[in-house]
């Protein structure tokens, strides 16, 4: 089966998942093209080999000169007027006359056009997107394309009439969600008619790659680790309150958090303000080889998120047997049954967090308990090649009357 991959970055550092995934569904058969939409998030010197393997075959939109841009809006307003109107009063009416929803929307179609105009030359009536489903609608609209989108959530989630939720559910061939909460959500999102469209797909680890350490050996200080953005969903001025609280009672830690964002600055001030700075390390974006170190010199990975999916980063942290504390949010109790595979804690209380961690640090022989138990999760739940293949059947289900 052949199809194409729209993606808004790739191959990009906060999303190695959609690597894998692709990557695993062209071991298993499929022929797959990407495009994305803006440039990789690094310098080449600083990609990974994969990541350069795939930069070499990904057709970037943003970077493909002004030449190629006029030439595929001309080329497809001279081969179907009506339907390249049509794609533009649809980003205008979605728009509902906000100016500034207005000028993003005609930016989507801008590159709705180059993309769908790429599509037909390589002969692709297929298009599958993460993070870029509004481009997708509007290739869609102007082209004799259909698509899919998985959506990842929470962002769509927050602002269901801003992201078109329900339109590109009725549009879609069909959509996949990464968590039954997330299902729930789009269901709520649309028209019970088109409920039929959505698809369950949980995201997944390579658990050969992801390999516990022989021994894990107990640090001091306590190594506890955050990986994700430095966003305001991830909740990790609470975290850095909890560590704060934990110190103040004579506690020997460390909390690293990996990956960089808007809160940095703020994150930093904090630390300092708080006198933390021998016990907060800011360590920016790493790579993948990097992240897998930390995984490995850390005695618990802690999320205190207040929005998320179901983060692939806590799916990697318990496939190396990584003991794991995280809210009971969303799509995460889906992943981790308190007490089992890990521990959860409501959000947003700074007190049960903090009093989460302690216990965990108190009790290593609960840490290897909860560690062994999560590994075995998600070998059976939350496998990559168990859900690539299923995600391969959605497609050869969904797509059988209409591949090339």
């Known amino acids: 089966m052949r199809l194409a991959y729209l993606v808004s970055q790739y191959p990009a550092i906060n999303h190695t998942y959609i690597l894998r995934e692709i990557r695993t569904l062209r071991a298993i058969g499929f022929d797959i093209d990407v495009i994305s939409v803006r440039p990789p998030d690094r310098l080449p010197e ?8 795939e930069l070499r075959e990904t057709y970037a939109v943003l970077t493909a000169g002004s030449g190629a841009i006029l030439t595929a809006h001309v080329l ?9 109107l049509a794609g533009l009063w649809e980003a205008l009416r979605l728009s ?32 599958h997107c993460h993070y870029a489903s509004t481009p997708a609608l509007f290739v869609a609209r102007i082209f004799p394309i259909t698509y899919s989108v998985t959506i990842h959530g929470s962002a769509e989630f927050d602002d269901v009439r801003g992201s078109y939720l329900a339109h590109k559910v009725a549009r879609a061939r069909f959509v996949c969600a990464i968590s039954f909460y997330g299902r729930s959500q789009l269901m709520k999102a649309s028209e019970p008619r088109y409920w039929d469209k959505l698809e369950v797909n949980p995201l997944g680890v390579d658990c050969a790659r992801f390999l516990p350490p022989p021994h894990r050996r107990d640090h001091s200080p306590f190594e506890v680790l955050c990986v994700g953005t430095l966003m305001p969903s991830k909740g990790l001025p609470l975290l850095i309150n ?11 830690m460390h909390l690293r958090l990996v990956g960089d964002g808007p809160d940095r600055q703020d994150l930093e001030s904090t630390i300092v303000t708080r006198g933390l700075e021998g016990h907060v390390t800011l360590e920016g974006n790493c790579n ?13 990975f ?20 990584l003991p794991c504390v995280a809210t009971w949010i969303t799509g995460i109790p889906e992943l981790i049954r308190h007490g ?13 967090l903090a009093d989460a961690i302690a216990k965990l640090m108190d009790d290593p022989e609960l840490r290897r308990k909860l560690g062994r138990s999560a590994r075995i999760r998600v070998q059976e739940k939350y496998d990559l090649e ?16 209409s591949s090339s």
């Not at 993003?104 to 599509?119: D, M, P, Q």
């Not at 859900?387 to 009357?401: C, D, F, G, K, V």
Request: hydrophobic share 45%.
């Open 340 to 352: 089992i595979d890990g521990w959860l804690v409501p959000p947003a209380d700074e007190e049960q």
């Open 242 to 252: 909890a560590v704060d609280r934990l110190v103040r009672q004579g506690r020997s």
């Open 96 to 127: 509902g006359g906000d100016p500034r929803k207005a000028i993003s929307n005609i930016v989507y179609f801008g590159e709705a056009v180059v993309i769908g105009h790429r599509l037909l030359r390589l002969g692709l009536r297929h298009l």
């Open 76 to 84: 497809t307003f001279v081969k179907r007027p009506l339907a390249y």
């Open 386 to 401: 168990r859900n690539t293949e299923r995600l391969a059947e959605i497609y050869r289900r969904r797509l059988a009357s």
């Open 288 to 300: 993948q080889d990097r992240v897998q170190a930390f995984y490995r010199e850390t005695d618990l």
């Open 46 to 53: 600083k990609l990974s080999a994969e990541e350069l393997e």
């Open 302 to 321: 802690v999320l205190a998120s207040f929005a998320e999916g179901i983060p692939v980063v806590l799916m990697e942290a318990m496939a190396m047997e």
